[in-house]
Structures are given as C-alpha cells and as structure tokens.
Antibody, heavy 119, light 107 residues
Framework: QVQLVQSGAEVKKPGASVKVSCKAS????????INWVRQATGQGLEWMGW????????GYAQKFQGRVTMTRSTSISTAYMELSSLRSEDTAVYYC????????????WGQGTLVTVSS | DIQLTQSPSFLSASVGDRVTITCRAS??????LVWYQQKPGKAPKLLIY???TLQSGVPSRFSGSESGTEFTLTISSLQPEDFATYYC?????????FGGGTKVEMK
C-alpha cells in the first residue's frame, strides 16, 4: 500500500535550518510529484511548493522563495524539504503529499512533522 | 495567484442534516479542484478530486459540483464522523492555493 512516512519532530532555534524527510513506499517514487504543505497550530493549510522526483524540478510559493529547498534521493525513494533562516512564525506541522497531476488529485499524505522554532 | 474563498468558515449542524460548503475561485481553474476533510491531529484526507469525482473509499454521501468558478461540497446526511474541518484546494496553477477552511461543528 502507498505510504509516505516523515521524519520526527524537530526543535530549532531562530535562524537555524530544518530538513524534513518523506519516505515513499508502495509505488514508483519517480512517477508522481511531491507537494509540501504546512499548518500552524489552529490555522489553515499553506502550500509551500512541489518537486518532481524524476527530474528534480521544483516550484516554490513566492513566500518561501530563497528559504526553501526541495530535493530527493531516488535510490531510497525519499523527498526532502529544507527551510532555512527559521523564525517563530515557521512553527508548524509540515506535510508531504503525493500529487497526481494527470488526474488532478493529492491522494496520499505523510503523517506530518512538527517543527518548533523557539529560542 | 488564484484566491479561493471558502464559505462559511463555521457551520453548526446536526446528524442527518444536509450540509453545503462553497469554494469560489478568483479566476477559472477548469475542474482542478479538490476537497479534503481534516480531523484534529491528522493529515488531510482526500474526499473529492476533479471537482466532482469521489475518491475511492469515500462514502457516497459526499459529493462535489461546479458552476463556473464556484465549487460546492455537499454532505447529504451528516454523520457523527463527519464533524471536522473541510478545505478546498486548486491544482490548476502554481501556487496551489487552499481555501480558508470550514469547520463543521455539532449543533
């Protein structure tokens, strides 16, 4: 069965970087895009960007341009999202999700990774 | 960027009620709209994609429709497990924006 399993919770200081991983299983990793979405406590969902695991091509929301980097390791079917220059407003749960562009759906999500930014 | 205006933000309803949530796009998005259900502490769950296609395994009481740039999620008969927050998202063009969410609470 399709699964996206994310790395564990992180606590970071302001100005630091965090790298969250998302390991895919149950399907061919390079066949579908990976999206990253975050959600601050009690708030709505915020789209951060996408990555094509086959080509490595990425697209980022303007808000995160210059601070976010999405990469992958195809040998271990894992996607990564690194966010730098962290500030308290980046405290949130970060999700990866599989996007099937051809049918227009985001059908599988990781369990989420809580990133806390605190001095 | 395409804006999605979701309404209402909160909705009080009873078991058995028919519930309708609307998502209005600021410009045309073809049918590239999805609906999710999210419960506290959980990842969103896909309900509807391509505006009106029911995701496999989702109960048939959920349905989606579109009229131009207005999209609707309907729950025909609200069940206890349906009390949750619902979001729409457009997949037509980057950034893939979300609506603000609708929290469905028990009356």
């Amino acid at each position: 069965q399709v699964q996206l399993v994310q790395s564990g919770a992180e606590v970071k200081k302001p100005g630091a970087s965090v790298k969250v991983s998302c390991k895919a299983s149950g399907y061919t990793f390079t066949n579908f895009d990976i999206n990253w979405v975050r959600q601050a406590t009690g708030q709505g969902l915020e789209w951060m960007g996408w990555m094509n695991p086959n080509s490595g091509n990425t697209g980022y929301a303007q808000k995160f341009q210059g601070r976010v980097t999405m990469t992958r390791s195809t040998s271990i079917s894992t996607a990564y999202m690194e966010l730098s220059s962290l500030r308290s407003e980046d405290t949130a749960v970060y999700y990866c999700a599989r996007l099937i562009a051809a049918t227009g759906k985001v059908d599988y999500w990781g369990q989420g990774t809580l990133v806390t930014v605190s001095s | 960027d395409i804006q999605l205006t979701q309404s209402p933000s909160f909705l009080s309803a009873s078991v058995g009620d028919r519930v309708t949530i609307t998502c209005r796009a600021s410009q045309g998005i073809s049918s590239y709209l999805v609906w999710y259900q999210q419960k506290p502490g959980k990842a969103p769950k896909l309900l509807i994609y391509a505006a009106s296609t029911l995701q496999s395994g989702v109960p048939s009481r959920f349905s989606g429709s579109e009229s131009g740039t207005e999209f609707t999620l309907t729950i025909s008969s609200l069940q206890p497990e349906d009390f949750a927050t619902y979001y729409c998202q457009q997949l037509n063009s980057s950034p893939l924006t979300f609506g603000g969410g609708t929290k469905v609470e028990m009356k």
